[in-house]
């Protein structure tokens, strides 16, 4: 399978948390900090070391202004992130890295929700759950979900200590980092001769492991499949685009368009399975997750669930001279037939809500019952 179109030079497609994001080499040199330090920023440094009475971290603070000058776009996909920051925000976006397993995302209120827990992690052995929040991480408050990444992450036995909000209580729990090795892909057997793969984020090894799991499937007499991308924040956009090649004859997965207007596509270029086909979504459903979903609904695939998270826009990072980075919204994406997902969100052909309060799964029934079961 191949990605065509795509104009610009991708070393990377990734994203720790609620993302569509490509990562290009952009030398950035140090124009920006020229700049600042030949502004107010300057002076300001000026009166701190003359007159300010406690010890500071000179270095902490140019980081920061660095951070606060991005914050100022007031977007929170956008963020600056230190050479270590960055390290490790490459890591987890491969799936393989030191941390406690877990996922999160920014919901619309702008507070960071647990999505899901790798199993036998340590957040799972901790009790964390999706859907709890998280408040602060060793006593900081966030505006950026990927520095709060980087803090949670750490070398494998140091601990890190985190206040969640669990069932309207505050926590504060001590966990210890381990290494962590993510698996994206799960897949079963239901009844009625209907596969179900469940695509929880879309990181390096995804299209592959999907590609294993659907074969699996077929060969134990899989007649109908069920693609669950419920609680996918996103991730790696080309990963997504893969997966979309085995459901979509040639043509478009979806269209990317910049600033100015200028459009490209990512191509689908062969594949497409014969298994009757359909997709579970729901709110907390977005970004490279809402490319595929689009995708299949406007390509005659039923839709199932609640109403996506609608975040239809794309970052680049910046690889800066100093091993640090710049993540910057550049490109919205579309679907194949030119419909806007960003702050929309993507309408289910079939609206279904799942009862919390029951152990019930009325999204996954009714997919069953779609597919003739």
């Known amino acids: 399978m191949q990605i065509s179109k795509l104009k610009f030079g991708i070393m990377l497609a990734a994203a720790f948390v609620l993302g569509a994001l490509v990562v290009i080499a952009f030398n950035c040199g140090k124009t920006a900090d020229a700049s600042l330090s030949d502004s107010k920023l300057g002076e300001i440094q000026q009166n701190i070391d003359k007159y300010y009475l406690e010890d500071y971290d000179q270095a902490e603070l140019v980081e920061n202004a660095y951070r606060g000058y991005v914050a100022g776009l007031d977007d929170p996909y956008s963020a ?38 790798t199993k036998d992690s340590p957040a799972e052995k901790a009790g964390v759950e999706p859907g709890d929040y998280i408040l602060s991480v060793d ?21 890190v200590t985190i206040e969640f909000l669990h069932e309207d209580e505050q926590v ?10 993510q698996q994206s892909v799960e897949s079963k057997m239901l009844d009625g001769n209907i596969g179900y793969i469940k695509i929880t984020q879309f990181i390096g090894s995804t299209s592959d492991d999907f590609d294993k799991a659907l074969n699996k499937l077929t060969s134990k007499g899989a007649k109908s499949l069920i693609l669950d991308l419920r609680d996918n924040g996103g991730g790696m956009v080309d990963q997504s685009v893969q997966v979309a090649d085995e459901f979509l004859d040639e043509g478009p997965v979806c269209f990317v368009e910049d600033k100015n207007g200028n459009s490209e596509s990512y191509d689908a270029e062969d594949g497409r399975t014969s298994l009757d086909t359909v997709v579970l ?65 993507i309408k289910p052909d079939i609206k279904v809500k799942d009862k919390e309060k029951t152990e019930a799964d009325e999204q996954l029934e009714r997919a069953e019952k779609e597919l003739g079961n």
């Open 80 to 117: 600056y992130m230190s050479k270590t920051e960055f390290e490790s925000w490459q890591a987890s976006t491969m799936g393989d890295y030191d941390g406690i397993g877990m996922t999160f995302s920014e919901d619309d209120s702008g507070g960071f929700v647990v999505l899901e827990i």
């Open 281 to 345: 979504v729901n709110e907390n459903s977005a970004s490279s997750s809402e490319i595929l979903a689009a995708a299949m609904q406007d390509n005659g695939y039923k839709i199932i669930g609640q109403k996506t998270f609608g975040k239809g826009i794309i970052q680049t990072t910046m690889n800066l001279e100093d091993g640090s980075a710049l993540k910057l919204t550049v490109m919205q994406y579309l679907s194949p037939d030119k419909h806007v997902i960003h702050k929309k969100g």
């Open 139 to 159: 006593g900081k408050t966030y505006s950026s979900s990927d520095i709060m990444a980087a803090d949670i992450r750490g070398k494998a036995g140091t601990d």
């Open 172 to 181: 504060t729990k001590t966990i210890t980092r381990d290494h962590i090795v």
